[in-house]
């Protein structure tokens, strides 16, 4: 069974617009973290944001928040004001305490943002 | 500050050929992981080390592949004989181990096998 699901291969959004970008995960274990990357078409990985699943609030780095939703599993990251720039593969992470340092990565979706 | 750094950039071999990968983690991390990334099977982790020790390696797809970290300051990715089916992006990362810590990609490996 797949521990990350992306189900949107692919998004569309205008400049200056909000875009979320959603992410469902399966774990049973309590602590565990939730990770998004950003991977541009020169193909480096960038560490977005953090969720911790004891994290009372959701998480916000400038344009970037989550929008977590412990009990439905979920962990959508939403962009503010899109730029050009945010087109890119996005990739939804986990790791989970009960397995180490593993990382489970999401398919990714990619984002275009139109002009 | 440096970030995680992998040579070659890019590497065509043909088939058969010993291909080594090579990565020097951020000064300080003591995890380091190295990842595949293709179009069919997205990002796949290889093996993981932890204080130079591997950890987990059952992401190493078969013997032909192999790992090491001689020091806390590198680590190398093998692959004898090399195979088509072989070519993908290689990443390596590390990360300081905590909780709440990003695992910090290098810019990765381009590797074509002909």
């Known amino acids: 069974a797949q521990k990350i699901t992306q189900t949107q291969p692919g998004m569309f959004v205008q400049e200056k617009e909000a875009v979320t970008l959603d992410c469902t995960y399966d774990?049973?274990?309590?602590?565990?973290?939730l990770f998004w990357y950003k991977q541009p078409s020169s193909g480096e990985m960038i560490f977005l944001i953090y969720?911790?699943?004891?994290?009372?609030q959701n998480a916000t780095e400038g344009r970037y928040s989550l929008n977590f939703q412990k009990a439905r599993k979920s962990a959508n990251l939403v962009i503010s004001a899109s730029q050009l720039g945010d087109s890119a593969m996005y990739f939804c992470a986990m790791r989970e305490d009960n397995y180490g340092q593993n990382f489970v990565f999401g398919p990714g979706t990619r984002l275009s943002v139109l002009p | 500050d440096a970030g995680v750094i992998q040579s070659p950039r890019h590497e065509v071999t043909e088939m058969g050929q010993e291909v080594t990968l090579r990565c020097k983690p951020i000064s300080g991390h003591d995890y380091l992981f190295w990842y595949r990334q293709t179009m069919m099977r997205g990002l796949e982790l290889l093996i993981y080390?932890?204080?130079?020790?591997?950890?987990?390696d059952s992401g190493m797809p078969e013997d032909r592949f192999s790992a090491k970290m001689p020091n806390a300051s590198f680590s190398t990715l093998k692959i004898q004989p090399s195979e088509p089916r072989d070519s993908a992006v290689y990443f390596c990362?590390?990360?300081?181990?905590?909780?709440?810590?990003?695992?910090?990609f290098g810019d990765g490996t381009r590797l074509s096998i002909l």
């Open positions: 774990t049973s274990d309590q602590s565990y973290g």
């Open positions: 080390f932890n204080n130079n020790v591997p950890i987990d």
């Open positions: 969720q911790g699943s004891y994290d009372e």
């Open positions: 990362a590390s990360s300081t181990g905590a909780g709440n810590q990003p695992q910090h």
